[in-house]
């Protein structure tokens, strides 16, 4: 267990609706990090939040969204949802702060999302 | 923008033998992590080593080492002794270590499928 929680465990859900991911860190980490496992593009970098605030952004769709609460949980808003949406989409948290210090990204267990 | 390649989708080796994984990377830094992780069936994903690029020797965790070559950008993984629990995905990745702003997302390749015969 890597203390990071992610909640729905599945999601099935159909085209062109929306969804929200939760996701909480382990505790004291400031960052979180989302990051998208398909079949087609294998393991993403999404995006990344860093105590409340945007940090940087990957390879996130438009009609996806991010944000950072301050009790530092995190969610994860899938729009006008697409086949191609369908994946396992994983939260990882750490310590966060300066990228010259090694701060160790621990993982949650993933939401799986399928899209009809 | 970074790219990591894994040039071998699967992978099988015996119970107890010895086991390369390779990953080469293109990066225009000098100054960079990088780690292999492990994703069995369940899907979780597990951190097996690390290396810092500014770091000559390479990193060992009980049975498993790396092979970095920084002038060739190849980063691969022995694991010795494997074992029936190191049937995964395996995940190579890399990461700024002095990207402005703080930013540090992994960039992962396309992953090897190990598969140990018992």
């Known amino acids: 267990d890597s203390g990071v929680t992610q909640t729905p465990k599945h999601l099935i859900t159909a085209t062109g609706q929306r969804v929200t991911l939760r996701c909480s860190p382990r505790s004291g980490d400031l960052s979180v990090y989302w990051y998208q496992q398909s079949l087609d593009q294998g393991l993403q970098f999404l995006i990344q939040?860093?105590?409340?605030?945007?940090?940087a952004k990957g390879n996130i769709l438009e009609r996806f969204s991010a944000q950072q609460f301050p009790d530092l949980h995190s969610e994860l808003n899938l729009s006008s949802l697409e086949l191609g949406d369908s994946a396992l989409y994983f939260c990882?948290?750490?310590?966060?702060?300066?990228?010259?210090?090694?701060?160790?990204?621990?993982f949650g267990p993933g939401t799986r999302l399928t899209v009809l | 923008a970074q790219t990591v390649t894994q040039s071998q989708p699967e992978m099988s080796v015996q119970e107890a033998e010895t086991v390369t994984l390779s990953c080469t990377y293109d990066?225009?830094?000098?100054?960079?992590?990088l780690f292999w992780y492990k994703q069995p069936p369940s899907r979780q994903m597990i951190l097996v080593i690390r290396q810092e690029a500014y770091k000559q020797q390479n990193a060992t965790e009980n049975r498993f080492s790396v092979n970095f070559q920084k002038a060739a950008k190849s980063f691969s993984l022995k694991i010795s002794d494997s074992q029936l629990g190191d049937a995964a995905m395996y995940f190579c990745a890399y990461r700024s270590r002095l990207s402005g702003g703080g930013a540090d997302g992994l960039t992962f390749g396309k992953g090897t499928h190990l598969i140990i015969q018992p």
């Open positions: 939040y860093y105590n409340g605030e945007e940090r």
């Open positions: 990066t225009s830094e000098s100054d960079y992590y």
């Open positions: 990882a948290s750490s310590v966060g702060g300066l990228t010259y210090l090694y701060n160790e990204q621990f």
